[in-house]
């Protein structure tokens, strides 16, 4: 799939000239926004004033026009009829006078108010309205301002009260006259500006157009306002009408209302806020025809400008391509240039005559170990895939360090590093034939390719070479023990090919890790075992699930009269295919993955359910179950057995704990304390193997135990080697000083036994006695040999071996 490009991206000449071009429109743009934001500035800045002195103009205008109407409301005051009609109270020409003069000077609506300001005569449909109005005007009339702006019959009027002398005031006359309609006109012609009138009948009420100047829209919008009796101390008020923004002044006609409530009439001083901020068209055009000139200037000097840039690259990407080529012999063109492209062809040319020497380290380096010196994998993989084609008999060694991480964590990286170095030295010593190699394939592996007749003889180089770490290695101050997995494979004899060789030879080296028995020679069924360990975790839960696995019983006897007082109690695995599954290939695994907790926990979960099936002293036997490393590390562990005996209805004191000294040793601190909370519980706690390790007095001081168990390596052979049963002899009497019983495994023998009981050992377990047995069997074998001594003196020690 071809990705498209852009075509500003195929080319720096393109680049150069839209970069150009982009720079002066972004100029030019950021000029056009300065400008209009100065002017939108000056703009908001001056029409308030300008508002201000349209406010002026129209109380100008209202005020002249009021000067007339009260000059002709005057006049019908000053009439000699209308006065002797008003002084004989003559209704009828009183309300004649008022409609006729009335309609010459423009009035719709006339009253005489008497000097009570009591209507006397009107022409009005509504003589209250005029009345109110009149009471209004009272205080403002007397002080000689006549006039004022008020809703007559729902509309805006002008209304004027003069007083009639004769010469005492005698009366009132109130005229008013509809605001002139073409008073928006008048304003707009002399000052440009908009004028809205709108009044409403209720201060709740909605604002109804009186009189407009605008156009629909605009009129419509300002109408739609809700104009609180804040907007009348604003210099300008925003409004968004008909799309656009207007600046409105608010004045308020006729008498102020009530203290904080709106007034009923407002005059709406406007103009265009857009239109003020608007560029003027001449200035428009300018700016265009400036900025297409621009982009002609810019776009010729950008087209010369790129072809001087890319015309140089051009010819320095050819060269590139015949470098790529391998042609380091045609020297760069353009290093008299004194520029930056100049200086970018003499970085080539000196890259041209560095290369063939870079190619050399680059393959060193990719066929090298930088710290050792010594081959890679890579290296040996090639070298073992030479040999096998040259068809010669070889063998791949395959060693990993034990305990390397630990020489890091302890000593430093440093220190590690001189010791990888040292032994690939020590290996390098061991090649006596052309063609072989040491490398070294990953942090602590290392391979050894072997030119050799036959197995045996580079099963015995591995051995060799095993030997040789028994020689610490000194690194500076330091001396470390170093030991190694070595897996041995050979070809033709284990593999057909290179890949197949090195697999085989890894597979022998994790065998021999895992054995620690020295070096291992590949075998077929390696793989096997490698193979069924991928299901094995899985079988292990179906056995659980299905009822596969049986508990077997082995006896315990005490020495002095040979009666039974317990049994070590061991897992067995009854595969439905396999049949019965040894613990050796089951246990390991188990306690590798963690799954040993779930077989720990089983077999307490048996033990308890077997208790009182084990015959008639079955109430008071101690049963005891063996505790590994994982098990010591779940806090979890006393609930679990605590809600078991719960269960079961088994006291803590029927049971006893076998601990290994490598169990407590992954984390002392945690086991400790696991080991003490069972103690507080009524558990019985046992050492098992006892001897083998090496801090065994350390922890029978530190441990709350109640016996010990002797390994049956010591046992075993006690009758034939003096030292064992020296051993057998001073563990007993130490034990016994220290108020703990002795059980002795792996009892074989009836002379076994007698030196055993001659020693004063307590307890005994073996073939001698009894081989490991079902449980039903065990039963009856109790009852046989029924366990009658006091409680405390009994156990079953349940173990997962």
């Known amino acids: 799939m071809t990705l498209r490009v852009p075509f500003w991206e195929r080319s720096i000449g393109v680049r150069i000239i839209v970069l150009f071009l982009g720079m002066l429109l972004a100029v030019q743009l950021a000029s056009f926004t300065a400008l209009q934001a100065s002017l939108s500035q000056h703009a908001h800045r001056v029409l308030p004033n300008q508002l201000r002195e349209g406010e002026r103009l129209l109380q100008s205008l209202l005020e002249r026009k009021a ?21 004989s109270n003559d209704a009828d020409t009183i309300v004649s006078v008022l409609a006729n003069h009335g309609a010459r000077i423009g009035a719709t609506e006339a009253a005489l108010l008497g000097t009570d300001f009591a209507l006397r005569a009107s022409t009005a449909a509504h003589p209250n309205e005029l009345v109110a109005v009149a009471h209004q005007l009272r205080d403002s009339a007397i002080a000689g301002q006549p006039s004022t702006i008020a809703l007559v019959a729902g509309t805006p009027h002008q209304a004027v009260l003069v007083p009639v002398r004769a010469p005492l005031v005698v009366g009132w006359v109130l005229m008013a006259f509809p ?21 409403r009948r209720s201060p709740d009420g909605p604002w109804r157009l ?39 002044r608010v004045m308020p006609l006729g008498r102020p209302p009530a203290h904080g409530a709106a007034p009923d009439i407002l005059a709406l001083v406007s103009l265009s806020v857009d239109d003020a901020v608007r560029l003027p068209r001449d200035l428009q055009l300018a ?64 890259m041209r005559t560095r290369v063939a020497e870079n190619q050399a380290q680059i393959l060193r380096l990719a066929y090298w170990d930088s710290l050792t010196g010594l081959p890679n994998r890579a290296r040996f993989r090639e070298a073992v895939n030479d040999a096998i084609a040259e068809r010669s008999t070889i063998a791949v060694v395959m060693l990993d360090l034990n305990r390397f991480k630990h020489v890091n964590d302890v000593l430093g990286y440093r220190i590690g590093d001189l010791l990888l170095i040292q032994v690939g030295q020590r290996l390098a010593s ?50 470390v023990d170093m030991r190694a997995a070595i897996g041995v494979a050979c070809w033709p004899q284990h593999a057909d090919d290179g890949d197949a060789l090195l697999n085989r030879a890894e597979l022998a080296m994790y065998a021999a890790k895992r054995r620690s028995s020295g070096p291992v020679l590949y075998a077929p069924s390696i793989d096997v075992a490698s193979a069924q360990t991928l299901t094995l975790l899985t079988e292990l839960r179906e056995a659980v699930e299905r009822g596969e696995l049986r508990l077997y019983l082995q006896p315990k006897l005490a020495l002095d009269d040979g009666r039974v007082i317990g049994a070590e109690a061991l897992v067995r695995w009854q595969h439905r295919e396999r049949g019965l599954v040894p613990p050796g290939e089951f246990i390991p695994f188990a306690e590798q993955t963690g799954f040993i907790r779930v077989l720990t926990l089983w077999v307490f979960e048996e033990a308890a359910r077997h208790h009182r099936r084990l015959g008639a002293g079955a109430a008071e036997l101690v049963l005891s179950v063996n505790l590994s490393t994982r098990d010591l590390l779940d806090p979890e562990l006393p609930l679990k057995f605590a809600a078991v005996l719960a269960r079961h209805r088994v006291p803590a004191e029927a049971f006893c704990f076998e601990i290994t000294e490598s169990a407590i040793m992954d984390d002392p601190a945690r086991a400790l304390a696991i080991l003490d909370r069972l103690s507080e519980m009524g558990f019985q706690l046992s050492i098992d193997d006892f001897g083998t390790g090496y801090s065994s007095l350390a922890y029978l001081k530190r ?93 079953v020690a349940l173990t997962l071996h």
Request: net charge negative; with cysteine.
């Open 703 to 795: 441990l709350p135990v109640d016996e010990i168990k002797i390994d049956q390596s010591f046992v075993r052979s006690m009758q034939s080697e003096r030292d064992d049963a020296t051993i057998v002899r001073s563990t007993i009497d130490l034990a016994h000083n220290l108020g703990l019983q002795v059980v002795a495994e792996g009892v074989e023998s009836a002379e076994v036994w007698n030196m055993l009981r001659e020693l004063g050992c307590d307890q005994a377990q073996g073939y001698h006695m009894g081989r490991p047995m079902p449980v039903d069997e065990f039963a009856r074998f109790v009852e046989r040999k029924p366990a009658s001594l006091p409680a405390g003196a009994r156990a």
């Open 287 to 350: 700016l265009i025809g400036i900025t297409l000139l621009a982009i002609g200037v810019f776009a010729v000097g950008s087209v010369f400008t790129a072809r001087r840039v890319t015309t140089p690259l051009r010819a320095l990407a050819a060269a590139a391509e015949r470098l790529g080529a391998g042609d380091f012999e045609t020297p760069m063109r353009g290093q008299r240039r004194h520029d930056e492209v100049g200086e970018l062809s003499q970085a080539f040319e000196r």
């Open 67 to 87: 000067g007339a109407l009260v000059d002709g409301a005057r006049l019908l005051a000053a009439d000699y009829g209308f006065r002797e009609a008003v002084s």
């Open 210 to 248: 009186s009189l407009t100047s605008l156009d629909a829209g605009r009129s419509a919008g300002l109408v739609g306002e809700k104009w609180p009796a804040s907007a009348i101390d604003q210099p300008m008020t925003s409004v968004m009408a008909a799309g656009e923004e207007l600046g409105v």
């Open 179 to 199: 605001v002139d309609p073409h008073l928006g006109d008048d304003m707009r012609d002399l000052s440009g500006l908009g004028l809205t009138l709108v009044s």
């Open 430 to 479: 061991h090649l006596v034939r052309e063609g072989e190699l040491v490398a070294r394939l990953s942090g602590d592996e290392f391979g050894i390719l072997l030119r050799v007749p036959h197995a045996a003889l580079a099963l015995s180089i591995a051995e060799r070479i095993e030997r040789a770490f028994d020689e610490p290695l000194a690194l500076e101050e330091h001396r």
